[in-house]
């Protein structure tokens, strides 16, 4: 069992930069591969990037290549999302989740179990 705790949402203006954290509970966080998923009003929840539980391998969706830069940090079961150069089409709803099997590299092979329950980020133009 593992619990997730996003935080670091907020009203931005395009341009600016944002950094979420993802804050899991239980021993076997570094078990897992993480991801963070994005929903944005009236539109299904999209893949935004995904690392493997060493943290040696990441992806991202093509939309936020170059600009969003996530890693992880097992020592204190956090994840994180550094956003830069935001623009408008970057405001939803953000989720990370903890996916199997933990050296997976992409969402189409990983199953997400478990999810925190979003932090909004909305920015301005």
């Known amino acids: 069992q593992i619990e997730l705790e996003e935080s670091g949402g907020g009203l931005v203006q395009a341009g600016d930069s944002l950094r979420l954290s993802c804050a899991a509970s239980g021993r076997t966080f570094s078990s897992y591969a993480m991801g963070w998923f994005r929903q944005a009003p009236g539109k299904e929840r999209v893949f935004v990037a995904q690392?493997?539980?060493?943290?040696?391998?990441?992806a991202y969706a093509d939309s936020v290549k170059g600009r969003f830069t996530m890693s992880r940090d097992n020592a204190k079961n956090t994840v994180y999302l550094q956003m830069n150069s935001l623009n408008d089409e970057d405001t939803a709803l953000y989720y990370c989740?903890?996916?199997?099997?933990?050296?997976?590299?992409?969402?189409?092979?990983?199953?997400?179990?478990?999810w925190g329950q979003g932090t909004q980020v909305t920015v301005s133009s």
């Open positions: 690392i493997t539980a060493s943290g040696t391998t990441k």
């Open positions: 989740a903890a996916g199997l099997p933990a050296w997976s590299t992409r969402p189409g092979t990983t199953t997400y179990n478990y």
